[in-house]
Structures are given as structure tokens and as C-alpha cells.
């Protein structure tokens, strides 16, 4: 089993920045994709940023709507991956996922709220 703990939520003004951590304990195979994807209510579930683990070095991906503003980041030691958010805006305000994909699991954090005030 694989299990996701998030953190790093909150309010946050237009134009600030927050961190979302999201650390994955158990089974952790060294090649699998963690990201962040968001939902607000009575809208799909969306993919904001994904870094994959290859068998050498890693790849990340962004949703149109956050390039340039939110990072992505992965620390294969700590199992832990990041997204900083900068230049946060409101539509930004959704609750965030994290998601951790292997050849053996499809595990989803119990997503954490992030709201942007205008």
C-alpha cells in the first residue's frame, strides 16, 4: 500500500505565494509519477503539475494555466514532492490533490484546501 499525507494549504491574498507538500510512505516503487491536481465544486478534477520518476532523472509537466507561476518539485529521499505557487490568483482557489501513480497503485491524498482572496 501506498499512503499520501498533504499539507501547506490556507488563505492567501492575490498575488502571494503558498507550498503544498504531499509525502508518500509504504510501497514506494523508485519509477512512478506524483503530482497536484485541483477541483472546485461541480467541476472535474484537473491536472495542474506532474513530475514522473524514470529510471533516470525526471520529467515534469504543467497545466497551461499555472506555467510560469507554480514549480513542482520531487526529493526522492523524503519520498515528498512540492508545489510552490507564486503570483497565486483567484481563480487559483480549488481543493488540491496529490497523486501518486506506479505500476502497482493509483493513490489519492485527502486534498487540502487552498483559497485566494482577490
Known amino acids: 500500500q501506498v499512503q499520501l499525507v498533504e499539507s501547506g494549504g490556507g488563505l492567501v491574498q492575490a498575488g502571494g505565494s503558498l507550498r503544498l507538500s504531499c509525502e508518500a510512505s509504504?510501497?514506494?516503487?523508485?519509477?512512478?509519477?506524483m503530482g497536484w491536481y485541483r477541483q472546485v465544486p461541480e467541476k472535474q478534477r484537473e491536472v495542474v503539475a506532474t513530475?514522473?520518476?524514470?529510471?533516470?532523472?525526471?520529467?515534469?509537466n504543467y497545466a497551461d494555466a499555472v506555467k510560469g507561476r507554480f514549480t513542482i518539485s520531487r526529493d526522492n529521499t523524503k519520498n515528498t514532492v512540492y508545489l510552490q505557487m507564486n503570483n497565486l490568483k483567484p481563480e487559483d482557489t480549488a481543493v488540491y490533490y496529490c497523486?501518486?501513480?506506479?505500476?502497482?497503485?493509483?493513490?489519492w491524498g485527502q486534498g487540502t484546501q487552498v483559497t485566494v482572496s482577490s
Open positions: 497523486r501518486y501513480t506506479s505500476s502497482l497503485y493509483n493513490v
Open positions: 509504504g510501497s514506494i516503487s523508485r519509477i512512478s509519477t
Open positions: 513530475v514522473a520518476r524514470p529510471t533516470s532523472g525526471s520529467s515534469t
